[in-house]
Nanobody
């Protein structure tokens, strides 16, 4: 089992930045692929970014490339999502997820989830 806790969300203005954190506890974190998803009201949960267990391989949703950066610090069992130049369309609950191995952008392939952190971007 892996327990995930997100933090760092909040209310910001368009153009601002936020850094989300995802702290893991439980079984070994370093071997897990970690991903960030987001879900806005009335929408399906959508892929944001993922990072391999070693941190060497990353993938982003095409629409977010250049503004969002995913990273991890395995020594601290923590993953991050740096979000720059935020837009009102980025408003959503952001979830951290983990899976034992392998890369995927589908939320159905992730076994472990946090409870989410709200990000609200005002215009």
């Amino acid at each position: 089992q892996v327990q995930l806790v997100e933090s760092g969300g909040g209310l910001v203005q368009a153009g601002d930045s936020l850094r989300l954190s995802c702290v893991a506890s439980g079984r070994t974190f370093a071997g897990n692929t970690v991903a960030w998803f987001r879900q806005a009201p009335g929408n399906e949960r959508e892929f944001v970014a993922r990072i391999s267990g070693s941190g060497t391989d990353t993938l982003y949703a095409d629409s977010l490339k250049g503004r969002f950066t995913i990273s991890r610090d395995n020594a601290k069992n923590t993953a991050f999502l740096q979000m720059n130049n935020l837009k009102p369309a980025d408003t959503a609950v952001y979830y951290c997820a983990a899976r034992a191995r392998g890369a995927s952008i589908s939320p159905t392939n992730y076994a472990y989830w946090g409870h989410g952190t709200q990000v609200t971007v005002s215009s």
